[in-house]
């Protein structure tokens, strides 16, 4: 498992018989009184919440590329 900020990617190797996969975790969450997942605090200006945002879309982008490295064909 990769452990991020706010999402974990697990990784199951592909063998001769079947192929890899992947899937994401998310980890660092709240839940709202209405029940929904929160994955950010709670932004006062647009400067937070845009760094919020470029936080998450980091460990997404670092997610994407292992992703790709795991289905890679050695």
């Known amino acids: ?6 999402f974990e990617l697990e ?3 592909g063998t ?23 994955i950010t605090p709670e932004c006062n ?3 937070e919440i845009e760094g919020q945002i470029n ?3 980091d460990e997404l982008d670092e ?3 292992r992703a790709r490295r795991a289905f890679q064909v050695p």
């Open 63 to 65: 997610i994407r590329e």
């Open 55 to 57: 936080s998450l879309q």
């Open 11 to 13: 990784i199951q190797p």
């Open 1 to 6: 498992m990769h452990v991020f900020g706010a």
């Open 16 to 38: 001769p018989y079947n192929p890899a996969s992947v899937r994401v975790a998310l980890l660092r969450y709240t839940r709202g009184e209405d029940g929904r997942l929160l």
């Open 45 to 47: 200006s647009f400067e």
